[in-house]
Every structure is written in structure tokens, then in C-alpha cells.
């Protein structure tokens, strides 16, 4: 049975070298980051229309300019730690969102220069959400003061606080490949679904 879960996963999965440290670890069996919870997706789109200004008309004609990149929302995603391992897992995920949003800096860095890496965002199936090519243009936790917090132990040594219950959002923008843009859509394919089971992450 197919995992609809929704997901935000590295596109090397988990021969991604960004997991191969001990703080990401446990999130090494998915690639990157499944929700363990269902969260609220808000999915927007805008076609922008500018005004073709014409002298003596009461109705000024609209000129289609383009359509913007979808955005897409994840609020409400909560993770809890009833478990050490859960508490790992949570620990990963809030280190996990710290890393993917920097990049590749510093001149040890064989990657210097390199942006922040595109996730595949996926969920409820693959007509909803497959493969969509994401990035992270911001994200947020609050650490509560009304929950217990469990001490944890990293792979690394390095010891933890991590609280029960914290609730993450992340803000994704869609970011398709150019090329595959280009040679590959139509609308009528969209339409139709073609482009869709391709799972190439055109929504």
C-alpha cells in the first residue's frame, strides 16, 4: 500500500550525504521528513492580470501577465516525544529544518556556494502531491513553557531538552525545473492528468 503521508524528502533520499551525520540519523530511513501527524496544508496560486489602459471605456481589459509559483503551507504539524526515540526523531526534524534552509558556505566546504537543497514535497496521494519539487522559504517552532520536556542523549553525546509536544510550520514554494517546463508541459496534459502521473510534481 502506498505511503500518503505527507513528506518533505531530500531528492537523494537517504544516500543524501547531509544524513550521514549522527544529529540527522533518525531521519535516515525516509530520506528526509515524514509527518507524524496530519498537518494543515494551505495550498495558493495567482495569475496575475495587469490593466490594458484605455482612454473613454468603463471597463478597462485585463492582460494576462503570468502565474506565479504555487505556495504551500504546512501549519498545525505536530510532533511529539513520548518515547526517547520520538524525542530523537523531533530533535532530527528541528535540525533538519535549520540545515535545509543554509548553504553550502566556507572554504572547507567542497559545495561552497551552493544554494539550499530542493526537497520533494509529497502527500494524500499521488494526484494531490508527488514529488513536488520544493523550497523552504521560511519555518518556524515555538519551544512551550506549559509542557514537560525529556532529557535525551544525541548520537553525537550531546545531551537535550526536547519538549513532549511542538508544533512546526513551514512555508514551501514550488521551484519546477526549467527545462522540464519547457519540453514537457501543456495545459491540456495537465489537464487531463497525463503530466500528474508522471509524478514529476506538477500540481
Do not use: C
Not at 537523494?12 to 544529529?23: E, F, S
Not at 473613454?56 to 503570468?66: D, E, L
Not at 551552493?114 to 521560511?138: H, R
Request: zero cysteines; charged letters at 20%; proline letters at 7%.
Amino acid at each position: 500500500m502506498a505511503d500518503n503521508r505527507v513528506s518533505l524528502l531530500l531528492k537523494r533520499g537517504i544516500r543524501d550525504p547531509l544524513l550521514q551525520g549522527p544529529l540527522l540519523s533518525p531521519l535516515k530511513e525516509f530520506g528526509g521528513v515524514v509527518f507524524p501527524y496530519t498537518p494543515q496544508i494551505t495550498y495558493q496560486v495567482k495569475a496575475n492580470w495587469r490593466v490594458f489602459e484605455l482612454t473613454h471605456t468603463n471597463y478597462q481589459p485585463q492582460v494576462y501577465s503570468k502565474t506565479d509559483n504555487p505556495s504551500i503551507s504546512v501549519t498545525n504539524a505536530t510532533f511529539t516525544a513520548a518515547t526517547e526515540k520520538d524525542a530523537k526523531y523531533m530533535f532530527a526534524v528541528m535540525h533538519f529544518f535549520k540545515t535545509v534552509t543554509k548553504m553550502s558556505f566556507g572554504v572547507k566546504d567542497p559545495n561552497r556556494g551552493s544554494p539550499p537543497p530542493v526537497l520533494n514535497f509529497s502527500g494524500y496521494g499521488d494526484a494531490q502531491f508527488s514529488n513536488v519539487p520544493v523550497i523552504i522559504t521560511d519555518f518556524n517552532f515555538i519551544l512551550p513553557n506549559d509542557v514537560d520536556y525529556i532529557k535525551v542523549t544525541l548520537e553525537n553525546g550531546s545531551v537535550v531538552n526536547v519538549p513532549i509536544k511542538v508544533d512546526i510550520t513551514v512555508n514551501l514554494l514550488v521551484n519546477m525545473p526549467l527545462n522540464d517546463i519547457k519540453n514537457n508541459f501543456t495545459l491540456t496534459d495537465f489537464a487531463s492528468g497525463k503530466l500528474i502521473a508522471q509524478k514529476k510534481g506538477y500540481i
